[in-house]
């Protein structure tokens, strides 16, 4: 692909980001670890066009409220985004601190406060420590760099293990267009539109109607196949931001520079979406889940989402436990109508299952060896269609247990 050819790949925060863009992050207090970055800052030098998709969880968080609205104007100049404190459920203060939030950001940068977007993750029902933020801001603008996107990248962390960013470039008749992309997210995953906090920066120049249209298409595909433990957070937001200082002509689909510019975007998505599996809260497996021969790719889907979310299933995953019969059971509870006695189940390759039961020549040795693996596949084939689908998807550990067990202390 033409994607592939004029493309490469900058992952960390010593590389440069898209052109016009700055970064910031720093610690103010909010987390309790001394020095743990907490509050982040992303700048446009000139107005940036914007995209959004939130959580479906009922019940939203304050920024998320906030950052609805914002976005709906298409056009943007700065992100503001703390960790620590998810600023969910509380209620009429907690609206009016993101408000005080964009604000003072917006009077810091000289920029109409309208065209600031908030973003929080962290633990639901607590007030933010306001004067800790407010006192932060101003310093962070201080702070902003073409440089600072691994700060940021860190500073929006909860229970990672590592910061999430990566940078990809592409060739143009006018030069070199940037895709920067950072993520948080290790628990409450779960493909609801957003299903994490995710930043996407590019200095291509979209049309805002086009820029939705690339961002439902790519979250789709990437990060709505994805699933740690089924939970979706009150805080999951995905913003797309393009200011246009890469390329003096906009990108129009039908144009091989789109085509381009589609497939490098929807492959740094990806690589975040795959980015946030692997470090999935006390996982110490990454297993894709296929389930191919569907009727339509809607009922292979649910299929392989009931597997790759079941309890049963991602334990006996981690216990490198070959029991077949739990995907099998899981299946049978998806409301998907399929034949049972038509299943086959390959586990990296090795026919497990065959029309419905055990195969002859299945190896419990061969499959212990698999499972042993860090990351492997499970393919399911109904023999019924043509369509398929694939999630992603970890092991439930005893560490997810711990991890969450006391996420609030």
């Not at 908030?118 to 962070?140: A, D, F, N, Y």
């Amino acid at each position: 692909m033409a994607a592939e050819k004029n493309t490469k790949s900058v992952v960390g925060g010593s590389k440069l980001g898209p052109k016009g863009f700055q970064a910031a992050g720093i610690a103010c207090g909010i987390k309790t670890a001394e020095g743990a970055k907490d509050l982040a800052l992303i700048y446009s030098e000139v107005p940036a066009r914007v995209a959004g998709l939130f959580t479906k969880n009922r019940v939203k968080a304050a920024p998320i409220l906030y950052t609805r609205k914002t976005v709906r104007g298409g056009v943007c100049r700065a992100l503001i985004v703390n960790s620590g404190n998810a600023n969910a459920c509380t209620g009429k203060k907690g609206l009016m601190d993101v408000e005080a939030m964009a604000k003072l950001t917006a009077d810091v940068l000289h920029i109409p406060y309208q065209q600031v977007l908030v973003s929080s993750t962290g633990v639901i029902g607590q007030p933010l420590p306001m004067e800790k933020i407010l006192r932060g801001i101003p310093s962070l603008a201080t702070k902003l760099s073409p440089y600072g996107f691994q700060d940021a990248a860190e500073a929006i962390m909860t229970t990672d293990t590592h910061p999430k960013l990566i940078a990809e470039r592409m060739a143009t008749g006018e030069g070199e267009i940037t895709i920067l992309g950072m993520a948080k997210g290790a628990g409450m995953i779960r493909p609801q539109l957003a299903t994490m906090l995710a930043f996407i920066l590019t200095d291509a120049q979209l049309e805002t109607e086009i820029l939705s249209a690339l961002l439902r298409e790519g979250v789709r595909c990437t990060f709505n196949r994805i699933t740690v433990d089924g939970d979706t957070s009150t805080n999951d937001m995905i913003l797309l931001m393009a200011n246009g200082k890469g390329s003096s002509t906009p990108l129009y689909p039908g144009d091989e520079r789109f085509h381009t510019f589609k497939a490098t975007l929807f492959r740094v998505m990806d690589q975040l979406a795959r980015a946030i599996v692997r470090d999935g809260e006390g996982r110490t497996k990454v297993v894709e889940i296929t389930v191919r021969g569907a009727r339509n790719s809607k009922e292979a889907e649910k299929l392989a989402f009931r597997v790759a979310q079941s309890p049963l299933v991602k334990a006996a995953f981690f216990g490198q436990d070959p029991n077949w019969g739990r995907i099998m059971a899981a299946m049978g509870t998806a409301e998907v109508p399929f034949d049972p006695q038509k299943v086959d189940i390959y586990f990296d390759g090795d026919l497990v299952v065959e029309n419905g039961v055990r195969a002859k020549d299945s190896s419990t040795d061969k499959i212990k060896e698999v499972l042993k693996r860090e990351e492997f596949r499970v393919i399911i084939d109904l023999h019924q269609g043509i369509s398929q689908a694939s999630v992603l998807t970890t092991d439930l550990s005893y560490d997810y247990v711990r991890i969450n067990a006391s996420y609030h202390t």
